[in-house]
């Protein structure tokens, strides 16, 4: 987890937002805060700020925590975002969860603000590490798709010229003149095949060794 963490507060009560910020100077970490009211400010704070996290009300005069959310989801996707509310029930919190709400925090119970967020913060890093490690494995996998189906064709080229001189040796009669020439083609279409599969061979090893 960054030593450095910007929090976006969407808070419309300003002894909250105290009490909020007070828990906060609580934490190890070093913060960041900017602390909006409104929709158009939420936004702008999305794309100017860039938060790690966000702490929001469940209920504003003119917009809420569940909008917010949504607009978020939209916006920036990857940031968590917990709800820190005094109105919100059990029930509505676990809804809140299962809708892709990060965790939620009741305002008389702040105390566990801080544990609650840096799990979140911790789960959301392991979360960007994972989707980092699943796009180089699609990445490596295409290429060896994409290996497999070009180089599928180039060996099909010699295997053929292998069999179709194999229909041509001349087995009753091994002293015959046109069996040299026969070894002959037989060998360079057996070494191209051997190129071609050593080819194959470095280019997945490159792939799988992709950092």
């Given at each position: 987890?960054?030593?450095?963490?910007?929090i976006?507060?969407?808070?419309?009560?300003?002894s909250?937002?105290?009490?909020?910020?007070?828990?906060?100077?609580?934490?190890?970490?070093?913060?960041?805060?900017?602390?909006?009211?409104?929709r158009?400010?939420?936004?702008?704070s999305?794309?100017?700020?860039?938060?790690?996290?966000?702490?929001?009300?469940?209920?504003?005069?003119?917009?809420?925590?569940?909008?917010?959310?949504?607009?978020k989801?939209t916006?920036?996707?990857d940031?968590?975002?917990?709800?820190?509310s005094?109105?919100?029930?059990?029930?509505s919190?676990?809804?809140?969860?299962?809708?892709?709400?990060?965790d939620?925090?009741?305002?008389d119970?702040?105390?566990?603000?801080?544990?609650?967020?840096?799990r979140?913060?911790k789960?959301?890093?392991?979360?960007k590490?994972k989707?980092?490690?699943?796009?180089?494995?699609?990445?490596?996998?295409?290429k060896?798709?994409e290996i497999?189906?070009?180089?599928?064709?180039?060996?099909r080229?010699?295997?053929?010229?292998?069999?179709?001189?194999?229909?041509?040796?001349?087995?009753?009669?091994p002293?015959?003149p046109?069996?040299?020439?026969?070894?002959?083609?037989?060998?360079t279409?057996?070494?191209?095949?051997?190129?071609?599969?050593h080819?194959?061979?470095?280019?997945?090893?490159?792939?799988?060794?992709?950092?």
């Amino acid at each position: 987890m960054s030593d450095l963490v910007k929090i976006l507060i969407l808070e419309d009560n300003k002894s909250d937002v105290a009490l909020l910020k007070r828990e906060l100077k609580l934490s190890k970490l070093e913060l960041i805060t900017e602390v909006v009211d409104n929709r158009t400010a939420f936004e702008n704070s999305l794309d100017q700020f860039c938060p790690d996290i966000i702490l929001s009300d469940y209920s504003l005069p003119s917009f809420d925590g569940v909008t917010a959310f949504k607009l978020k989801q939209t916006l920036a996707p990857d940031i968590p975002f917990i709800i820190v509310s005094g109105t919100i029930g059990e029930e509505s919190a676990v809804e809140l969860i299962k809708s892709g709400i990060s965790d939620y925090v009741i305002k008389d119970k702040l105390f566990t603000l801080i544990p609650k967020m840096i799990r979140t913060l911790k789960d959301t890093e392991n979360m960007k590490a994972k989707k980092i490690v699943d796009e180089k494995i699609k990445i490596q996998h295409q290429k060896l798709f994409e290996i497999a189906f070009l180089q599928s064709h180039q060996v099909r080229v010699p295997v053929a010229q292998i069999l179709g001189l194999y229909s041509l040796f001349k087995f009753d009669d091994p002293s015959d003149p046109s069996n040299k020439e026969i070894f002959s083609m037989l060998k360079t279409a057996v070494e191209s095949l051997d190129k071609i599969i050593h080819d194959i061979t470095e280019k997945t090893e490159e792939i799988k060794n992709m950092e």
